[in-house]
């Protein structure tokens, strides 16, 4: 059976972060409660599934600071943000930010629990494309270098003679480069592979 | 009454021929008022007595051939001293010369008692005594005294005066002889005018029944009684009419005691009664007034004032001071024959007063003109000036009195007045404060609020689970407990707030306390405003003695003030720091610094005044309620500016005097 989802609270009110913690273990998830932003970074955070419900305005490092930082570190966890104030300028900051939800104090049960399973959702999305990422790399590692730069080359969108040209081989060697590519890639076309150089973040821009 | 005053009247019989007489008190202004003459009389008869006897003296030590011998005036008296109409005559001639003239005379004063001692033998020595006595210091003016004196200066002036002018008074107009018999003579003519007494008892008891006449037995006595017979005859047909007259005192006494009320009581003369004691007329009429059941009238002066209600009468001074006039012209060397050959003194209805009440008779009877004896003056009749002058500086002083009363009353009700209305102010300023405050309060009550719901959602869900996690749900019971009290807790401290309080409650407490109170009130604000809070306490309890939410107040006002100075603070610099220090065994200091916009030099002192504000909502109360209470409990607050940025308030409070360590 999958763990459950661990859901990080930070907030300096402990009647706050303590009944939120009662609630969402009562709705079974697992919590870790932090009265700080910093007691949150310096712990590990595992890579389990889970979110950040965070209060805005703390002593020391505030809720969207804390964000920036996590973001920073790369760290996949959506932020539900809780915060006792209405403050529109903040939610929208945070948001943009890439916060999952900016919620008020006090907060509905059904609300949040809404908004901590789309941010679990959304923290699966992320770790899958993280996967599908991580593997499509392992997939290009496996590319000889010719075989790299001939990928490199097919994805700006070249035909097999300017590459035969470029790398000084054969348009034949080109081809069959391509087919080795497209199959340890696991792509189907050629399309693919462009899709699959976009989503690494190799195709140069313009 | 006044009938104990009878005692006065047994004067002291005089000797013959007494050349230093006794000068009565000439200088009082003889009011009818006996109870006043009663006190002053001894101690002025003493030093006048002493005067004259220096007098007295001086002259007769001037030797006789001396150009300017004192003139010499005899006054002969028919009677004895002890005939106070002859006293009171005298005094009243004495009186008038002296205010007169400055012209001193030898006054001389004789009685030859020619009604106790009638016997021709006396009459013989008394001529040959004054004949004696007139030839060797030769009188400049001869007065003689009473009725009596008039036969004798008929049969004896040529032996003993014969060219001396004579005044003859203290006589009634019909004993005045024909001019012939009695040459170079005026009179001063006083009269016992019976029918006018009668008519005045008539007027003042108009339903009187019977009439009685008492007189005395001596022939003197008889010929007033001739006289009154004379007169009110004609008059008395419808009254039964009685005369006591020779009878013995006592006998007339009761006589008179078993009158009917209905009766009008009239006194003629009396000098003696049927056994030859003597007596004088005022004395009869005390008498009379105290056993007559009826009035006692009398025409014989100075009985009005002894127990006579009433009488038509002169007054014997008055009759003096009129033989002095007459002296005075004579010896100013007027003709006996230009002068009047009667003249007369006043004759008045004279009441006393004492009497009308005593009698309940009515006052309105009283014919006009009269003169009213002793009336009981209220104290305005007799003492109006004074008694106004009294009456006025009473009422200044109670004016006074009543306007500092009233004006103390005003001041009271005015600080009364005045500590309700800053009570009301600190009131105000602190609800200010609540409304400031009110976010953060909305917030940190919001806190435990949306925190037992959350506990109540959890136990919710812990109950419907299989089994129930009834451990579990105890403990969050447990936690919406402790939630609950801090809501509480938050509430009591903003009913505190806004409680309306009309007195101070003063209270021993800590300081370091309310520093810590007003910190955990303050935080969420601070929180949302980005503001940090440090405090630094003094070590151990600093205690002081005052109301707590007042100085809880004063705090809160600076440190709000502190959290506006730093709205516009960069991110992490805005810090507030609370301190407490112990300056001194009996003082403490706390201080509020901020790291804002601090206050320009020249404002430091305006800040603290009301209505002062910078800010858009701003009161212009809370910098001036402030130092208002801290001056209350005997404190001192002030700002000053950083040197690195930002304001420090600081204020001083009295420690209380049981501090421990």
Same mark, same amino acid.
């Given at each position: 059976?999958?763990?459950?989802?661990?859901?990080?609270?930070?907030?300096?009110?402990?009647?706050?972060?303590?009944?939120?913690?009662?609630?969402?273990?009562?709705?079974?998830?697992?919590?870790?409660?932090?009265?700080?932003?910093?007691? !949150?970074?310096? @712990?590990?955070?595992?890579?389990?599934?889970?979110?950040?419900?965070?209060?805005?305005?703390?002593?020391?490092?505030? @809720?969207?600071?804390?964000?920036?930082? !996590?973001?920073?570190?790369?760290?996949? !966890?959506?932020?539900?943000?809780?915060?006792?104030?209405?403050?529109?300028?903040?939610?929208?900051?945070?948001?943009?930010?890439?916060?999952?939800?900016?919620?008020?104090?006090?907060?509905?049960?059904?609300?949040?629990?809404?908004?901590?399973?789309?941010?679990?959702?959304?923290?699966?999305?992320?770790?899958?494309?993280?996967?599908?990422?991580?593997?499509?790399?392992?997939?290009?590692?496996?590319?000889?270098?010719?075989?790299?730069?001939?990928?490199?080359?097919?994805?700006? @969108?070249?035909?097999?003679?300017?590459?035969?040209?470029?790398?000084?081989?054969?348009?034949?060697?080109?081809?069959?480069?391509?087919?080795?590519?497209?199959?340890? !890639?696991?792509?189907?076309?050629?399309?693919?592979?462009?899709?699959?150089?976009?989503?690494?973040?190799?195709?140069?821009?313009? | 009454?006044?009938?104990?005053?009878?005692?006065?009247?047994?004067?002291?019989?005089?000797?013959?021929?007494?050349? +230093?007489?006794?000068?009565?008190?000439?200088?009082?202004?003889?009011?009818?008022?006996?109870?006043?003459?009663?006190?002053?009389?001894?101690?002025?008869?003493?030093?006048?007595?002493?005067?004259?006897?220096?007098?007295?003296?001086?002259?007769?030590?001037?030797?006789?051939?001396?150009?300017?011998?004192?003139?010499?005036?005899?006054?002969?008296?028919?009677?004895?001293?002890?005939?106070?109409?002859?006293?009171?005559?005298?005094?009243?001639?004495?009186?008038?010369?002296?205010?007169?003239?400055?012209?001193?005379?030898?006054?001389?004063?004789?009685?030859?008692?020619?009604?106790?001692?009638?016997?021709?033998?006396?009459?013989?020595?008394?001529?040959?005594?004054?004949?004696?006595?007139?030839?060797?210091?030769?009188?400049?003016?001869?007065?003689?005294?009473?009725?009596?004196?008039?036969?004798?200066?008929?049969?004896?002036?040529?032996?003993?005066?014969?060219?001396?002018?004579?005044? &003859?008074?203290?006589?009634?107009?019909?004993?005045?002889?024909?001019?012939?018999?009695?040459?170079?003579?005026?009179?001063?003519?006083?009269?016992?005018?019976?029918?006018?007494?009668?008519?005045?008892?008539?007027?003042?008891?108009?339903?009187?029944?019977? &009439?009685?006449?008492?007189?005395?037995?001596?022939?003197?006595?008889?010929?007033?009684?001739?006289?009154?017979?004379?007169?009110?005859?004609?008059?008395?047909?419808?009254?039964?009419?009685?005369?006591?007259?020779?009878?013995?005192?006592?006998?007339?006494?009761?006589?008179?005691?078993?009158?009917?009320?209905?009766?009008?009581?009239?006194?003629?003369?009396?000098?003696?009664?049927?056994?030859?004691?003597?007596?004088?007329?005022?004395?009869?009429?005390?008498?009379?007034?105290?056993?007559?059941?009826?009035?006692?009238?009398?025409? +014989?002066?100075?009985?009005?004032?002894?127990?006579?209600?009433?009488?038509?009468?002169?007054?014997?001074?008055?009759?003096?001071?009129?033989?002095?006039?007459?002296?005075?012209?004579?010896?100013?060397?007027?003709?006996?024959?230009?002068?009047?050959?009667?003249?007369?003194?006043?004759?008045?209805?004279?009441?006393?007063?004492?009497?009308?009440?005593?009698?309940?008779?009515?006052?309105?009877?009283?014919?006009?003109?009269?003169?009213?004896?002793?009336?009981?003056?209220?104290?305005?009749?007799?003492?109006?000036?004074?008694?106004?002058?009294?009456?006025?500086?009473?009422?200044?002083?109670?004016?006074?009195?009543?306007?500092?009363?009233?004006?103390?009353?005003?001041?009271?009700?005015?600080?009364?007045?005045?500590?309700?209305?800053?009570?009301?102010?600190?009131?105000?300023?602190?609800?200010?404060?609540?409304?400031?405050?009110?976010?953060?309060? &909305?917030?940190?009550?919001?806190?435990?609020?949306?925190?037992?719901?959350?506990?109540?959602?959890?136990?919710?869900?812990?109950?419907?689970?299989?089994?129930?996690?009834?451990?579990?749900?105890?403990?969050?019971?447990?936690? /919406?407990?402790?939630?609950?009290?801090?809501?509480?807790?938050? /509430?009591?401290?903003?009913?505190?707030?806004?409680?309306?309080?009309?007195?101070?409650?003063?209270?021993?407490?800590?300081?370091?306390?309310?520093?810590?109170?007003? +910190?955990?009130?303050?935080?969420?604000?601070?929180?949302?405003?980005?503001?940090?809070?440090?405090?630094?306490?003094?070590?151990?309890?600093?205690? +002081?003695?005052?109301?707590?939410?007042?100085?809880?107040?004063?705090?809160?006002?600076?440190?709000?003030?502190? /959290?506006?100075?730093?709205?516009?603070?960069?991110?992490?610099?805005?810090?507030?720091?609370?301190?407490?220090?112990?300056?001194?065994?009996?003082?403490?200091?706390?201080?509020?610094?901020?790291?804002?916009?601090? /206050?320009?030099?020249?404002?430091?002192?305006?800040?603290?005044?009301?209505?002062?504000?910078?800010?858009?909502?701003?009161?212009?109360?809370?910098?001036?309620?402030?130092?208002?209470?801290?001056?209350?409990?005997?404190?001192?607050?002030?700002?000053?500016?950083?040197?690195?940025?930002?304001?420090?308030?600081?204020?001083?409070?009295?420690?209380?005097?049981? &501090?421990?360590?």
């Amino acid at each position: 059976m999958k763990p459950a989802p661990i859901v990080y609270v930070v907030d300096d009110d402990s009647s706050f972060r303590e009944s939120i913690g009662e609630l969402l273990n009562a709705c079974g998830y697992q919590t870790l409660l932090f009265d700080n932003a910093r007691q !949150l970074l310096a @712990g590990s955070i595992s890579s389990d599934a889970g979110c950040i419900v965070l209060d805005v305005k703390m002593d020391g490092l505030s @809720g969207p600071q804390l964000q920036n930082d !996590l973001v920073d570190r790369g760290c996949m !966890l959506p932020v539900v943000f809780v915060s006792g104030y209405k403050d529109v300028l903040v939610a929208v900051q945070t948001i943009k930010a890439g916060a999952e939800d900016f919620l008020t104090k006090p907060v509905e049960k059904d609300r949040l629990l809404e908004a901590i399973e789309r941010a679990l959702a959304r923290y699966e999305e992320r770790r899958a494309q993280q996967d599908e990422i991580s593997l499509l790399r392992s997939r290009i590692g496996e590319l000889t270098p010719r075989e790299r730069e001939v990928f490199e080359h097919l994805v700006r @969108g070249l035909p097999h003679k300017q590459i035969a040209y470029a790398l000084s081989i054969s348009e034949r060697t080109v081809k069959l480069h391509r087919h080795q590519i497209v199959h340890k !890639l696991q792509a189907r076309s050629l399309a693919d592979l462009a899709v699959i150089a976009e989503r690494l973040g190799l195709l140069p821009n313009g | 009454m006044a009938w104990n005053r009878v005692p006065e009247f047994a004067e002291p019989r005089w000797t013959k021929g007494a050349d +230093v007489e006794k000068l009565p008190a000439s200088t009082v202004d003889r009011q009818r008022d006996v109870a006043r003459l009663d006190k002053r009389r001894p101690t002025l008869q003493l030093v006048t007595a002493l005067f004259a006897v220096l007098i007295l003296l001086c002259v007769s030590f001037q030797p006789a051939e001396a150009s300017t011998r004192h003139r010499r005036i005899y006054l002969l008296e028919a009677l004895s001293p002890a005939v106070l109409a002859s006293g009171r005559t005298i005094d009243g001639f004495k009186r008038r010369l002296h205010e007169r003239t400055s012209e001193e005379f030898d006054l001389f004063v004789d009685y030859m008692e020619l009604m106790r001692l009638p016997s021709q033998a006396h009459l013989d020595s008394t001529v040959r005594y004054l004949s004696q006595k007139y030839a060797e210091a030769p009188p400049d003016l001869l007065i003689t005294l009473g009725r009596a004196a008039i036969p004798f200066m008929v049969r004896n002036r040529d032996i003993i005066a014969p060219d001396v002018p004579t005044i &003859v008074a203290n006589v009634p107009s019909t004993a005045a002889p024909d001019p012939d018999q009695l040459r170079n003579v005026v009179y001063v003519v006083s009269r016992y005018d019976f029918l006018k007494t009668f008519r005045l008892a008539q007027q003042l008891q108009p339903k009187a029944q019977n &009439v009685v006449i008492v007189g005395g037995a001596s022939d003197y006595d008889r010929q007033w009684l001739d006289d009154a017979r004379r007169e009110l005859q004609p008059h008395l047909a419808r009254y039964r009419t009685r005369y006591f007259s020779d009878l013995p005192y006592d006998a007339i006494l009761r006589e008179v005691s078993q009158l009917s009320k209905d009766t009008i009581v009239i006194l003629s003369a009396f000098l003696a009664d049927s056994t030859g004691q003597a007596r004088t007329t005022p004395e009869v009429a005390a008498d009379l007034a105290r056993v007559s059941p009826a009035p006692v009238y009398s025409p +014989v002066a100075g009985t009005v004032g002894m127990g006579a209600l009433g009488g038509y009468a002169d007054d014997w001074e008055a009759h003096g001071a009129t033989v002095a006039d007459v002296a005075l012209e004579i010896l100013s060397g007027k003709e006996l024959t230009t002068i009047p050959r009667l003249n007369a003194s006043l004759h008045l209805n004279r009441i006393d007063a004492r009497q009308l009440r005593h009698w309940h008779l009515n006052p309105s009877a009283i014919p006009s003109g009269s003169e009213v004896s002793f009336r009981e003056f209220d104290l305005w009749e007799r003492y109006h000036r004074q008694t106004i002058v009294i009456i006025t500086i009473v009422l200044m002083q109670s004016a006074v009195i009543s306007w500092l009363i009233l004006e103390r009353r005003r001041r009271q009700i005015a600080e009364t007045e005045q500590r309700q209305r800053l009570m009301q102010v600190i009131h105000l300023n602190r609800t200010a404060l609540a409304g400031a405050l009110s976010a953060s309060v &909305v917030h940190e009550l919001n806190q435990p609020l949306g925190a037992i719901r959350n506990f109540a959602e959890a136990a919710s869900l812990h109950l419907k689970s299989n089994p129930p996690k009834l451990q579990k749900v105890e403990q969050i019971l447990e936690s /919406i407990l402790r939630d609950d009290q801090r809501a509480a807790d938050i /509430i009591e401290h903003i009913r505190e707030l806004l409680k309306r309080r009309t007195e101070v409650d003063l209270h021993e407490f800590d300081l370091n306390e309310l520093v810590q109170e007003v +910190v955990s009130i303050i935080s969420p604000e601070a929180l949302k405003a980005g503001v940090e809070i440090s405090t630094i306490r003094a070590n151990g309890s600093v205690l +002081v003695r005052g109301d707590r939410i007042q100085l809880q107040q004063v705090v809160m006002n600076l440190a709000m003030n502190g /959290i506006d100075a730093m709205r516009n603070c960069a991110p992490g610099c805005a810090t507030m720091s609370i301190e407490t220090v112990q300056i001194d065994d009996s003082a403490i200091e706390v201080s509020v610094s901020d790291s804002g916009v601090g /206050i320009p030099p020249h404002m430091l002192r305006k800040v603290f005044e009301t209505f002062y504000t910078t800010k858009r909502h701003g009161t212009g109360l809370g910098l001036s309620i402030a130092r208002t209470i801290i001056d209350a409990y005997g404190g001192k607050l002030w700002a000053e500016n950083r040197p690195g940025g930002g304001t420090v308030f600081r204020f001083t409070l009295p420690m209380s005097s049981t &501090v421990r360590a």
